[in-house]
């Protein structure tokens, strides 16, 4: 299963975008997806940073396996998990 969040709605809105990264972890793992596609967009690159700074934090990082980074697109991130 894969799950998808599109940050382009609420990329001025610090609160909302943490909020938003929680929840669509917590889903995942709830609905024991094996990966997520983040949308933070390409603008400046300001929003992929914050989206990378919340997603290496330590306790946020014990949820995931790994993240990729498209190649093909550098407004787009894979968060792929592994469940018990």
Not at 38 to 59: M, N, W, Y
Not at 68 to 83: E, I, P, T
């Amino acid at each position: 299963m894969k799950l998808k969040l599109d940050l382009h709605d609420i990329y001025n809105r610090g609160a909302e975008i943490d909020r938003a990264l929680h929840g669509i972890i917590q889903e995942a793992i709830r609905k024991k997806a094996t990966e997520v596609e983040i949308i933070p967009g390409k603008g400046s690159g300001q929003l992929k940073k914050k989206v990378l700074r919340f997603l290496d934090q330590k306790e946020i990082k014990a949820l995931y396996h790994r993240i990729d980074k498209d190649a093909k697109n550098h407004g787009r991130l894979f968060v792929y998990f592994r469940h018990k």
